[in-house]
């Protein structure tokens, strides 16, 4: 059964992630379009609010009601993280930091109801990056 202490370990996890949006802007930025720049910049910031936001609320009822996990969720946060950082095309960053942001907002606003559905959405969307990362590295070996 999750704690209400669980909230602030998934706001850690956000937090962790928008920074990651900040650094993959700021890695990218001389070859960023204006729209690309600012879809990453908003991603930062959304995220942090929401974050802030779990932090203040008790969502360990929300997250049993779910039944989502607070590790899964933490996990897949993680996941996206360093999707975010290291996947090679900037939409894909941006459609992960998007799919983070949709599974933050249902935490924050106790949608126990969309909670479910969007943690299986940021998990669809962390598939393609891996695979095209995986296949980038058996291209790398294979020469």
Known sequence: ?????????????????????SDRMLADYAALTKDEERALDDLFWDLQS????????AVGALLAEAETSVEAINRETRRARKAIKDIGKVRQAIAIGAALLTVASAIATKNAAGLKPAFNTLKG?????????????VKKVRG
Do not use: C, S, Y
């Open 125 to 137: 969307v962390l598939k393609d990056p891996a695979k095209d990362l995986g296949k980038a590295v």
């Open 50 to 57: 929401q974050a802030g936001r779990i932090r203040t609320l």
């Open 1 to 21: 059964m999750p704690e209400l202490t669980d909230g602030f370990e998934v706001a850690r996890e956000i937090t962790e992630a928008a920074k990651a949006v």
